[in-house]
């Protein structure tokens, strides 16, 4: 079961404009949501993240909106580069009782790419 | 990716022999994970540990083992490997600042 939706696939825009993927998730005692991004033949790495308690984060030209009542969340890029073409992947996690790992439920992936 | 290694790089091997990758991090984190790559599914978790000797099963378990004698340490194991089984597999640690992942094995069955 996937607990975690992420769209577009896909992406294409041009340098200078946005890029916006968005995510979904069901399970309500989701607690933080982190966004991923990933070059070729590299390991994913910490972008960004947010927790429920804020509708928005912007670091840089990165910018997360969370939505809890819709159970959305999205990650904006201002200003897209060719440098930022990759895969984004949106993910969430719980809190666990006392000595267990706070596993991440990953979404399906976005592949970004930015247009000179 | 700072303090994680993940080895081999590239493996190729035949179904049904065994297959062991090996994770090693240099932070002394206490968690470590497993995850398996593929296309149109993101990242799934294998296995993870808490702790040294401390393991469970993540979503995709089916036909892994791992084990975890020092906490620098997280052994992948595939005890019979299968054609399903050829994917980018990812280890990772946990800090208070999140996940890091390493660069990945690529696996191929065959």
């Known amino acids: 079961q996937q607990q975690v939706k992420q769209s577009p696939q896909s992406l294409i825009v041009q340098k200078g404009g946005i890029s916006i993927i968005n995510c979904a998730y069901e399970?309500?005692?989701?607690?933080?949501f982190p966004w991923y991004q990933q070059f070729p033949g590299k390991g994913p790495a910490l972008l960004i993240a947010?927790?429920?308690?804020?509708s928005e984060k912007k670091e840089g030209r990165f910018t997360i909106s969370f939505n809890k009542s819709a159970k959305q969340f999205s990650l904006h890029i201002m200003d897209s580069q060719p440098g930022d073409s990759a895969t984004y992947f949106c993910?969430?996690?719980?809190?666990?009782?006392?000595?267990?790992?706070?596993?991440?439920?990953f979404g399906s992936g976005t592949q970004l790419t930015v247009l000179p | 990716d700072a303090g994680i290694t993940q080895s081999p790089r590239h493996k190729v091997t035949e179904t049904g022999t065994p297959v062991t990758l090996r994770c090693h991090q240099t932070?002394?984190?206490?968690?470590m994970y497993w995850y398996r790559q593929d296309p149109g599914h993101g990242l799934r978790l294998i296995h993870y540990?808490?702790?040294?000797?401390?393991?469970d099963k993540g979503e995709v378990s089916d036909g892994y083992s791992v084990s975890r004698s020092k906490t620098e340490d997280f052994l992948l194991t595939l005890e019979s490997a299968t054609s399903s089984q050829t994917s980018v597999y990812f280890c990772?640690?946990?800090?208070?600042?999140?996940?890091?992942f390493g660069s990945g094995t690529r696996l191929t069955v065959v």
């Open positions: 993910a969430a996690s719980m809190e666990h009782s006392s000595g267990s790992a706070r596993q991440l439920t």
């Open positions: 932070e002394n984190h206490r968690y």
């Open positions: 990772a640690t946990e800090d208070s600042y999140g996940y890091t």
């Open positions: 540990s808490y702790g040294v000797k401390d393991t």
């Open positions: 399970n309500t005692a989701f607690d933080y």
């Open positions: 947010i927790r429920p308690d804020v």
